[in-house]
């Protein structure tokens, strides 16, 4: 189901960072300038998440907060609040009036997504024009897990490395950087599957990810010849590669 975000600030350039951070994920955002049109925008579509700014022309936000829960089917809307003033009298007034939580601008639209995934499970948007990515990736939670397939031939592991070039992108934008690279359906380690984990290893030093390698214990001994991989330590299972992050 479709997370139904309401962006609520009079800065389009806050808006802009609020719909981007939800780009990677199954969201719609609306947006609204002001307190009056987010209150009209509520009332009609019931946004799963309402991500408000304090200060603002006509209705600000702690009004239409207000508002918001003096309507009782509105009322129970979680609210992040945005605000540029970190005072514990600005805190303290709107944590009173019921927000879920509230963050001091300026603020990436990662930490938002990590404030928001406190209080909803984040669905992946799935990209029609990739079908490759959907046979080796998956997503699980804030986890990207690619899956190596049984057969694994160059032409495969080309195609993996360019999905996850664009993979990098969606977990930039959505704040996630965790990897697991599956590997027990190879049957054989060659030099080619070495180089390829070799070069996966380096995308993900370059781009602060952190990862974990699934597979026999015959690919760690591999790994452990190579500068890049000398400390890795393959995990038997998924499970274990995610206890270990």
Known sequence: MTLKVLAVDDSKTIRKIV?????????EVMEAENGIEGLSIASRDKPDLIVLDI??????G?????????????????????????GKENVMQIVK??????????????QLIERV????TLKPKIVADTPAASQYFSTDGDIEIIALPDKSDRVVFAEIE??????????????????????????EINMLMIKFVLALVQNCVKSK??????GSPALGNELKGFQETSGFTVNATVEEAKAAF
């Open 62 to 86: 702690v009004e239409m907060l207000g508002k918001l829960k003096g309507q009782p089917d509105l009322k129970d809307i979680p609210v992040i609040m945005l605000t540029a003033e970190s």
């Open 209 to 214: 990810i952190h990862l974990r390698i699934v």
């Open 117 to 120: 995934m406190k209080i909803f």
């Open 19 to 27: 719909s981007k951070a939800f780009s990677a994920y199954d969201c």
């Open 97 to 110: 009036m019921g927000v879920r939580d509230y963050m001091v601008k300026p603020f990436k639209g990662e």
């Open 162 to 187: 360019g999905d996850f070039v664009q993979s990098l992108k969606s977990m930039t934008t959505a704040g996630r950087n965790k990897l697991i690279l599956d590997t027990r359906k190879i049957k």
């Open 55 to 60: 200060t603002m022309p006509v209705m600000n």
